[in-house]
């Protein structure tokens, strides 16, 4: 096939731009849609995962995510904005006295000479 098979002509484009333009159609950004909100990060769902939190303060950001069905960078958002900080114990030195060392030993030799959890 020929390109001029498949494209339209110039002639035709620059008739199609005239038509637009007197009807004063010529805006190519979309339309504002009032019934569908711009983020995720409602009123509603701001409640829903401060009441989560509230009642779980181990909950995953992941499962905050699952339960809302709503992303993770949104989750993240929502609990910024609310004031929450994430506590994580990992890397956390423990300064243990001489008492919480023995007592550890103690533990660990009665879990190794099969006094522990079976």
Not at 11 to 21: A, H, T, W, Y
Not at 69 to 94: D, F, H
């Amino acid at each position: 096939m020929d390109d001029i098979d498949i494209c339209m002509r110039q002639c035709s484009v620059i008739e199609f731009l005239n038509v637009e333009e007197a009807e004063g159609e010529t805006q190519l950004a979309d339309a504002v849609r009032s019934n569908q909100p711009a983020t995720a990060a409602t009123l509603l769902n701001i409640q829903h995962v401060d009441e989560i939190i509230r009642d779980d303060r181990w909950i995953t950001t992941d499962e905050l995510c699952h339960l809302l069905s709503i992303g993770k960078g949104t989750v993240m958002t929502i609990i910024e904005k609310l004031g929450y900080s994430k506590a994580c114990a990992c890397g956390v030195p423990k300064m243990l006295t001489d008492q919480n060392k023995e007592a550890r030993k103690t533990i660990a030799s009665n879990v190794c000479v099969g006094g522990g959890r079976g």
